[in-house]
């Protein structure tokens, strides 16, 4: 037994070391030829849309961390068996090592963005794997017969040695390109008014008026947060346009800028979900960028594609209707931080992210919903997608124990695209609705804190919020789940009052 113990540990240690030099290669070139990188990815594709929405409802950001886990539990498990055979047959050890890295090529060779070149790094896994496997059972052979198990050792601390190297190495090289400390953003040439200060203070527990960029929401399809560079970063813009552009970093910089206070929101964030955020962002007007290209009379899509190959698609007329989309490269004040998009992202006020929010955007092609697909529309969800009016309380929170007396109920509505949040009701136990108070306006596409002063007697009791926006249309209170255009009802939760 502990001998078959022993012969699966070299297997996994012969495949750790083979991806860790693969993925200090892959660095090197594509990061996302790295064949960890890859099958994650492929796993993440591949997990059909209701087990990815439990997922995400069950895991909340750590869901990809989980179902990759597994996966990787997974392929470690096949290394030991690998292992273990290779201990009376090494060919046949080496050949599920093979076999596994074989799979792991399949994921790299069918990403979107494939080049040739990219098999590269599987092929210096399955080298370096077998190779390590190979050098791990001469040297167990050699102590066997011999009795001295320093050789053993050393390969293994070796082989341990290349893992960890690798894998830290490939993160680092990456980093080394430039970086969002490395940009200097120019200043808005249509700047945001100031904003007024929020309820933050006076209301204990409410979220804060602006989102700090380390605290705003992440949702992507990705594993990893990948490290673009912003001196090789350029945007193409092609398709049903009079010129074909192609626009430089440095270029983008040099256009006129705006500065706008954007509440995003993910359609898949459930009532009273935590997946929106508002920040102060800064961009060139996506007018501005078509007025170079000049769009062509054909087009009902945008069909962005991001650094990797993919796609979000957004609706032409919506993009273009004199709403603020814009091409980002600012957020509260900084460089987009790279799990936001740096060096460029795309954001349009109104629209849930799914359709407008593209991050590591590199193409805006002009074509149209018959034509092509993107990666969300290939999964079923809607193509066209405004943000629903909602409110959320933040405080106090579900079965939060209260004492009796004064307590102040708050939280956050929005209303983008609809000039803004005009009310806010608050509904105890069923009774009537009752006006809340409405924090200071951030603008039409910024959402609103309300808090409302409730004397709350011993018991247990209902709490219901609701929004009306300025343009007159309210929050609908049928209930909807996020698939496939943004989940709808009230925010509603039980306190236990002593
Ligand atoms: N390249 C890329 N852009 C993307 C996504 C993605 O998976 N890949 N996710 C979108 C979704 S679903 C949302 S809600 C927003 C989230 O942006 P954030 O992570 O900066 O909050 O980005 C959008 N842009
Ligand atoms: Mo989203």
Request: charged share 20%; with cysteine; hydrophobic share 45%.
């Amino acid at each position: 037994m502990r001998t078959r113990l022993l012969w699966a540990g070299y297997g996994v240690l012969a495949t750790l070391a083979g991806i860790g030099l693969a993925h200090a290669v892959a660095s090197l070139t594509d990061p996302g030829s790295s064949p960890v990188l890859a099958v994650g990815s492929a796993v993440i594709d591949l997990t059909p849309t209701p087990m990815k929405e439990w997922a995400i409802r069950t895991f909340g950001s750590a869901d990809k961390i989980i179902l990759v886990g597994s996966v990787l539990v997974g392929v470690l498990a096949l290394a030991g068996v690998a292992g273990i055979l290779a201990r009376r047959r090494l060919a046949l050890g080496a050949g599920l090592l093979i076999a596994l890295v074989a799979i792991a090529g399949v994921a790299v060779m069918t990403r979107p963005s494939v080049r040739p070149l990219d098999i590269v790094p599987t092929v210096v896994a399955a080298v370096a794997a077998v190779a390590a496997l190979v050098l791990l059972s001469r040297k167990q052979q050699h102590a066997t017969t011999s009795g001295g198990r320093r050789g053993v050792l050393l390969a293994m601390g070796a082989l341990g040695v290349t893992a960890a190297v690798g894998g830290i190495a490939g993160r680092l090289i990456g980093g080394l390109r430039l970086r969002p400390e490395d940009v200097t953003l120019p200043m808005p040439s249509d700047a945001a008014p100031p904003l007024p200060r929020g309820l933050d203070d006076q209301v204990p527990g409410i979220t804060s008026f602006t989102t700090p960029n380390k605290d705003f929401y992440r949702v992507d399809t990705r594993l990893d947060t990948p490290i673009v560079s912003a001196d090789d970063w350029t945007l193409t813009v092609d398709g049903d346009v009079e010129n074909k552009l192609t626009i430089t970093f440095e270029e983008l910089l040099d256009m006129p800028m705006i500065e706008r206070d954007i509440t995003l929101t993910c359609v898949s964030n459930s009532v009273g979900g935590q997946y929106v955020g508002s920040a102060r962002w800064l961009g060139v007007p996506l007018r501005d960028i078509f007025d170079k290209a000049g769009v062509g009379r054909r087009a009902d899509q945008i069909l962005s594609t991001d650094f990797d190959g993919m796609t979000i698609s957004t609706p032409l007329d919506l993009a273009t209707d004199g709403r603020d989309a814009m091409i980002v490269v600012g957020m509260n004040g900084d460089p987009l931080p790279r799990e936001h998009g740096f060096p460029v992202r795309m954001l349009i006020p109104g629209l849930y992210g799914f359709i407008s929010a593209t991050k590591w955007l590199t193409k805006l092609t002009l074509t149209t919903y018959a034509e092509q697909d993107a990666y969300w529309t290939k999964r079923d969800w809607a193509t066209d997608a405004p943000i629903k009016i909602s409110a959320r309380i933040d405080t106090p929170k579900a079965l939060a124990q209260l004492d009796a007396g004064d307590v102040v109920v708050g939280g956050v509505a929005w209303a983008q695209e609809r000039d803004g949040i005009e009310k806010v009701q608050v509904r105890i136990d069923g009774g009537p609705w009752t006006d809340a108070r409405l924090g200071p306006d951030g603008g039409e596409n910024y959402w609103r804190q309300w808090f409302y002063p409730w004397q709350a007697k011993s018991g247990s009791h209902r709490l219901a919020v609701r929004a009306v926006a300025g343009s007159g249309e309210a929050q609908t209170a049928v209930r909807a789940e996020p698939f496939p255009n943004g989940a709808s009802g009230l925010h509603e939760l039980i306190v236990n009052v002593a």
